[in-house]
Structures are given as structure tokens and as C-alpha cells.
């Protein structure tokens, strides 16, 4: 299994970027999918997560301004970014709960950081 992140990008302040990622693989099911992001000397930290039913969790740092969103039948996760601050200058990740193929159990996949950098 595999998670392949882009969209990152440089962005002034009031900007907006997308995130996608996509899962491949050999995947029965997943279940949770959601960025996180880490900023230098910083530790990681949730951004947004989504349930394969719909059910969001945001920080309280982007609410309002950050919707996350997934396409269940591409195994895609989205995060659209609004607002954007100097503060949410990081690397994003994305993360997804994965039942493999083979496997009764899931097991939790990283994709590569995408970089967000947003100028004041």
C-alpha cells in the first residue's frame, strides 16, 4: 500500500491550496484518512481526519478555514486550505487506516510530506 501526497506549494497570506492524496495497493477497506502536518523543530500534528462515513475531527487551528474531504471509490483524501497564515507554513502528510488485502486488521500508512510554505 502506498500514499502518494500533492498540491503543496508557496502561497501568500489569504491563499489557497488543495491537497489530494491518493492509496494504492492492495486494499480491502480504509478506514480513517487525514493529514497531519510538522513544522521545523515542531512535532507532528493532526490537521484534519475523516471516517469512511463522513465524520470530521479539525484542530482548533484550522476550523473554518481547512475542509477536509474523500472520494471513497478513488481511495482519495483532499484537504482544501483557505485563509492561509505564515502559521500553517509545514509539511502535510497524509495518513490513512488501511485493511490490506491478506490482512484482518488495519495497519496505518504515511504518505510523503508535501510542503506548504505561505508568505506573510
Known amino acids: 500500500v502506498q500514499l502518494q501526497a500533492s498540491g503543496g506549494g508557496l502561497v501568500q497570506a489569504g491563499g489557497s491550496l488543495r491537497l489530494s492524496c491518493a492509496a494504492s495497493?492492495?486494499?480491502?477497506?480504509?478506514?480513517?484518512m487525514g493529514w497531519y502536518r510538522q513544522a521545523p523543530g515542531n512535532e507532528r500534528e493532526l490537521v484534519a481526519v475523516?471516517?469512511?462515513?463522513?465524520?470530521?475531527n479539525y484542530a482548533d487551528s484550522v476550523k473554518g478555514r481547512f475542509t477536509i474531504s474523500r472520494d471513497n471509490t478513488k481511495n482519495r483524501v483532499y484537504l482544501q486550505m483557505n485563509t492561509l497564515k505564515p502559521e500553517d507554513t509545514a509539511a502535510y502528510y497524509c495518513?490513512?487506516?488501511?485493511?490490506?488485502?491478506?490482512?484482518?486488521?488495519?495497519?496505518?500508512?504515511w504518505g510523503q510530506g508535501t510542503l506548504v510554505t505561505v508568505s506573510s
Open positions: 495518513k490513512a487506516d488501511v485493511v490490506p488485502m491478506g490482512w484482518s486488521s488495519e495497519k496505518t500508512y
Open positions: 495497493g492492495s486494499i480491502v477497506i480504509i478506514n480513517e
Open positions: 475523516t471516517t469512511r462515513g463522513g465524520s470530521t
